[in-house]
């Protein structure tokens, strides 16, 4: 089956950088638009930033400047770099795909999540 699976994450310490992956596998016919959300605890999964498979990004407004995403299609991964990281930024960061199978048409897998963690 298909799955997205996010890497990289761990504990930074304010004003560092980290760069978190998510892979996606299993039979994909097309992978439509990867992105990255993050979660803290008893808030609302919000969105940080997405990519489509033809290179066009989106970034929430609030997440302009210290965030980058991309795409590598040729792994179905996508990645992204986080720079000066502040102790807000700590969350659990997922990765969602929007992918189209042969037998599922398209919808959204999420994977696991990865926790980050910036200590002051």
């Known amino acids: 089956q298909v799955q997205v699976v996010e890497s990289g994450g761990g504990m930074v310490q304010t004003g560092g950088s980290l760069r978190l992956s998510c892979a996606a596998s299993?039979?994909?016919?097309?992978?439509?638009?990867m992105g990255w959300h993050r979660q803290t605890s008893g808030n609302a999964r919000e969105l940080i930033a997405t990519i489509t498979n033809g290179g066009s990004i989106h970034y929430a407004e609030s997440k302009k400047g210290r965030f980058t995403i991309s795409r590598d299609n040729a792994t179905k991964t996508v990645y992204l770099q986080m720079n000066d990281l502040k102790p807000e930024d700590t969350a659990v960061y997922y990765c969602?795909?929007?992918?189209?199978?042969?037998?599922?048409?398209?919808?959204?897998?999420w994977g696991q999540g990865t926790q980050v963690t910036v200590s002051s």
């Open positions: 299993g039979p994909i016919f097309s992978i439509l638009r």
């Open positions: 969602k795909a929007l992918i189209l199978t042969l037998s599922n048409g398209s919808r959204d897998y």
